[in-house]
């Protein structure tokens, strides 16, 4: 089985410094195989905590949009009935 130094990197990491400093930083720290990552969770989780991570994102969204909601209805029960 053949063996090979590889790192993970973001197209904005590279994009930061350019594509030709970025090969030769990487061919400095002796690196043959560069991952570029087409997502933020791409290549850092398994399967399983990539489905765990989706749903924490997915309770947080529907928490905001609960917040949201009772926070409009605050403000329209507050600016229908100002007295109150």
Known sequence: MPSYKAIYAYAWDLAEDGAADAVRQFR???????????????????????????????????????VFAILTCIYLND???PGH
């Open 28 to 66: 400095e720290l002796g690196l043959d195989t560069v991952t570029v990552a087409g997502s933020y969770h791409a290549g850092k989780f398994h399967c399983g905590q990539i489905v765990i991570l989706m749903a924490l994102e997915t309770l947080v969204a529907f928490l905001q949009a609960y």
């Open 79 to 81: 600016a229908i009935h």
